[in-house]
């Protein structure tokens, strides 16, 4: 890596310590904090959406997927934001007119149960904590594939840096630089790195080669069905993705937070198409033996020039801040409105000063947890392998107000969590996330049977 690389590198993390700084001038309120003072508008809300969710389990694990299993291995992609945009559709203005400030405000609608508040913002809080832990992962693998930098010691002051101006701009900054890293990294992976392959390498010789591996170009190809099905639950994960919620609550209106989650799933298809075409270009360009965990940044490396691994690695880092940005805000807002201020009402006199507190202890959690487990996909799979059968069903119920008994709600979020974080122990015998969902659906039945005979009951009283 050139000098001039790494200036462009540290360039990059510059401006982003400088929007941070400049962020801060407008955040006078925790709500300005938290949800940039409702107040965001659409282009901002569709870039930041987009660039949230383009984490890089997604831009790296697509090719490799794809490499390994054909275009089936593109539902890695595809599932979540599937889910966000379901989501979207049904739910997006009426949450937005509610005027909630966090996930758990849906699932405790009543406000009125504080177990059912703090256990759904403890898997909440989990989830996005392995979120934020596993783009840790994948910015110290960019770095020690392309730079020779000590990766532990690059990779902390880089996430210092994401730390520090999310804690200065709150969801300010991270609105703004979301829009900034969207636009560089749709322009280098999306756009240039395509392109040289076209011009260097026939489209006719990558098609004729790929498809003569039996099942390379079929529905599902030759994904295993765990495998499969695993992918298929991340569909219910972006129902309830908690950092598509924030941009939700924090839309100028509700027709904008509606129409910004269906443009954004729009690029999302175009993008998801795009890193397929790279895991098919791998499996020609790139030699037979690599790591296909791999794919993504050898492909880049052997067609990119000198001179653009600089932007490239500011890109991937970009995608990787989007996201860890956003789910430092998503814990820390949540630790402080539905567990601290719960648990001790009144002990906080600056909130704004807790919240930013906040930021940096869940930031320094997640870097403690990312340098101990090494792995993106991994890191990710842990969190929202517990994430949706905990809480699928109670931000369906809350959402749409069906009368369910707090102990019912209640043991829906634990029976769902604990199970699933049982099967992964057992090194899921069972897909966790499904049996967790399975199980947790049987205290949410009986509780929306007791709901609706109670409501029943004071009708006729």
């Known amino acids: 890596m050139s000098a001039f690389d790494l200036l462009v590198l540290f360039a990059y993390l510059g401006i982003m310590l400088f929007m941070g700084i400049r962020a801060m001038k407008t955040v006078k309120t925790e709500e300005d904090f938290i949800l940039g003072g409702r107040s965001v508008s659409s282009f901002f809300v569709l870039l930041s959406i987009f660039a949230s969710w383009t984490g890089l389990s997604g831009l790296f694990g697509t090719p490799q997927y794809v490499n390994v299993y054909g275009t089936a291995g593109g539902w890695w992609w595809f599932t979540f934001p599937l889910g966000v945009f379901i989501m979207g559709v049904t739910m997006a203005k009426l949450l937005r007119r509610r005027m909630y400030m966090t996930l758990p405000d849906i699932v405790d609608h009543n406000h009125t149960s504080k177990g059912v508040r703090i256990a759904s913002s403890v898997v909440t809080v989990w989830n996005y904590l392995a979120w934020t832990a596993g783009q840790v992962a994948g910015i110290m693998l960019v770095i020690s594939t392309f730079t020779n930098l000590e990766p532990v010691v690059a990779v902390i002051i880089t996430y210092l840096v994401i730390i520090t101006f999310t804690m200065l701009g709150g969801f300010r900054a991270v609105v703004h630089t979301d829009a900034f890293q969207a636009i560089l990294f749709l322009v280098i992976i999306g756009v240039v790195i395509p392109v040289l392959i076209i011009s260097r390498y026939e489209l006719g010789d990558i098609w004729r080669e790929t498809s003569k591996i039996d099942g390379f170009y079929s529905v599902f190809g030759n994904v295993p069905k765990g495998t499969m099905i695993t992918w298929w639950l991340l569909a219910p994960a972006g129902f309830i993705d908690t950092m598509a919620f924030q941009r939700i609550f924090a839309a100028k209106d509700e ?81 402080e409105q539905d567990i601290f201020s719960v648990l001790c009402p009144g002990k906080t006199k600056s909130k704004l000063k807790m919240h930013r507190i906040l930021v940096l202890i869940v930031g320094l959690l997640a870097l403690t947890l990312a340098l101990k487990v090494p792995s993106v996909t991994s890191i990710l799979m842990y969190g929202y392998s517990v994430y949706v059968p905990g809480l699928l069903l109670p931000v369906i119920a809350g959402t ?51 709901g609706r005979a109670e409501g029943m009951k004071r009708e006729n009283a």
């Open 255 to 335: 027709k904008t937070a509606k129409k910004s989650i269906i443009k954004a799933f729009g690029m999302m298809i175009v993008f998801g198409l795009i890193l397929i075409f790279l895991g098919l270009a791998s499996k020609v360009i790139l030699p037979a033996d690599i790591d296909p965990a791999n794919a993504m940044l050898l492909l880049v490396q052997k067609i990119l020039p000198k001179g653009l691994l600089g932007l490239l690695i500011a890109a991937l880092v970009g995608v990787a801040m989007s996201t860890a940005s956003t789910t430092l805000l998503v814990c820390s807002a949540t630790i």
């Open 400 to 450: 749409f107000e069906w009368k369910i008994p707090d102990r019912y709600m209640l043991g829906t979020i634990i029976c769902g969590a604990v199970s699933a974080m049982i099967l992964i122990l057992l090194g899921e015998p069972f897909p966790a996330s499904l049996g967790g969902l399975l199980l947790s659906a049987v205290p949410f039945a009986i509780g929306l049977l007791r």
